[in-house]
């Protein structure tokens, strides 16, 4: 454990000029200031640092916006790209008045979730894993205002450009869908993934591999070692941070937006999950389906039955449901299996180790925000444990060529955002279990979406109604 005078040292040693100061938005986005260290000391770890909570979305409204953080001592690492020697540290947020935790920051629900576990004596630890896909281009340009909207992506690896003038065209550009493990030329992105790779290790996010995704212009997965709960969170908004940051130093563009490129790939991130007791893992029988135990098969019955609330905060955009599409490519069936990757919670058989036993949930995406998603997975299967949810039997068939009568007897996730948090909804008690979550959290998240972006959406034209519709 890192104390504040560890973390005072460490900034003396690497002569450090500026600390930032990190925390989460309830959207899902960092947002810092930073400190000259000459006014940073032990005291800030107790007292804080005051913001205005009236101006970050979903927090405060103007007449009670004062706010204080603390950072984490053990959150301290040295930014990569400051020109400045600068320490990061990520913060939770704390009401001044009352000294209490802010129920409404996304970090202190994660930690509560955590706590909660240990105190239903089923497990003392979760693992987690996410697999964040993202897309690497070479331009971006969007607009939408009264009289017009458009967006136009740009990729020297977008197959779109095979026909392109470039002074000379070279080729070598992934077919759509056909862009999984080529190597160079195909993949031109190796450099530029093993510099975000290197500069992960870095600022000490253990790293287990990279490579090329399934889609064409630039799609791509880097794969973090598992970790806590709320430590994962936290290194996934550090993933980001450097994925976004080696792309635009070499004058690229990455995005995590789910499903920016029509009739190919989305974007997912695929969630590994598993929980330990007194340091021995929960989720591995040697005789069971799959080699799962009895709780892990209780643990996915959870997920299932929860999977339509569980969209609206692990699948969270309006754009989600582009890529969350029935017969297409992404796990939309509430069912499980091993190996099967159509079905929403796989089992990854790779290795036959009960440590390596674990459950995948597939239909979350990267636009969710972390702390928040992976509480509420935890919260879904705890809930299948407590509650003793049976999954039902596995699905080990390719669920894309069921036939008509027996693919409908499948459920699956809802079609649209606002499907979601109709669900979300009527679906929160299993939430609100540990006040992990309270009632104003989940009204301000479901709220702040049909707001800002359900209605944001349908009030809009989109430029193919024109194609559809204009010459009626």
Not at 169 to 187: I, S
Not at 360 to 379: Q, V
Request: with cysteine.
């Amino acid at each position: 454990m890192k104390t504040p005078k560890d973390v005072l040292a460490f900034a003396s040693d690497k002569d450090v000029k500026m600390v930032d100061i990190k925390f989460i938005d309830i959207p899902g986005i960092w947002q810092h200031f930073s400190v000259p260290i000459t006014e940073f000391d032990e005291s800030i770890f107790t007292e804080g640092l005051g913001f205005d909570g009236s101006s970050i979305r979903g927090f405060r409204a103007i007449n009670e916006s004062d706010m204080i953080l603390l950072p984490d001592p053990e959150t301290a690492s040295i930014d990569p790209f400051s020109k400045v020697a600068t320490m990061s540290l990520i913060c939770n947020v704390y009401d001044p008045l009352t000294g209490e935790k802010y129920s409404r920051d996304p970090r202190n629900i994660a930690m509560k979730a955590e706590e909660y576990l240990k105190s239903t004596g089923i497990a003392d630890q979760s693992f987690w894993g996410p697999e964040a896909e993202f897309f690497v281009f070479n331009g971006i340009r969007y607009d939408q205002n009264q009289h017009s909207g458009f967006y136009f992506i740009d990729s020297t690896e977008g197959c779109w450009n095979t026909g392109r003038e470039e002074n000379p065209n070279l080729g070598y550009k992934p077919r759509y869908k056909e862009g999984y493990f080529p190597v160079a030329p195909t993949d031109s992105m190796q450099d530029l993934r093993n510099e975000m790779v290197m500069t992960m290790i870095e600022a000490g996010l253990p790293v287990e591999c990279q490579h090329h995704e399934v889609a064409t212009a630039g799609q791509a997965e880097i794969d973090m070692k598992f970790g806590s709960l709320t430590r994962m969170a936290d290194n996934l908004m550090m993933f980001k941070y450097i994925v976004k940051n080696v792309a635009r130093k070499n004058n690229m563009t990455a995005t995590f937006m789910p499903k920016p490129i029509f009739q190919d790939n989305g974007s997912g991130m695929h969630v590994h999950q598993s929980l330990w007791k007194d340091g021995k893992p929960l989720f591995y029988d040697e005789k069971g389906y799959a080699r799962l135990s009895e709780t892990a098969l209780y643990y996915i019955g959870g997920l299932l039955k929860h999977a339509p609330a569980l969209t609206a905060i692990c699948s969270p955009t309006t754009n989600s449901f582009k890529r969350l599409v029935p017969g297409y490519e992404a796990p939309v069936n509430l069912v499980y299996s091993q190996r099967n990757r159509s079905a929403a919670v796989r089992i990854p058989m790779y290795s036959n180790s009960p440590k390596a036993k674990r459950v995948e949930y597939r239909p979350p995406d990267p636009s969710c925000n972390p702390y928040l998603a992976f509480a509420a997975l935890l919260l879904a299967g705890l809930d299948g444990i407590k509650n003793k949810i049976y999954p039902g039997k596995p699905m080990d068939k390719d669920i894309f060529d069921l036939p008509p009568e027996e693919a409908g007897r499948i459920g699956s996730v809802p079609g649209s955002l606002e499907q979601a948090l109709k669900a979300l909804q009527e679906d929160q008690e299993f939430l609100l279990q540990g006040d992990v979550f309270d009632k104003d959290m989940l009204e301000t998240w479901i709220s702040y979406k049909i707001e800002k972006e359900v209605d944001a959406i349908r009030l809009r034209p989109h430029p193919y109604e024109f194609m559809l519709y204009y010459d009626i």
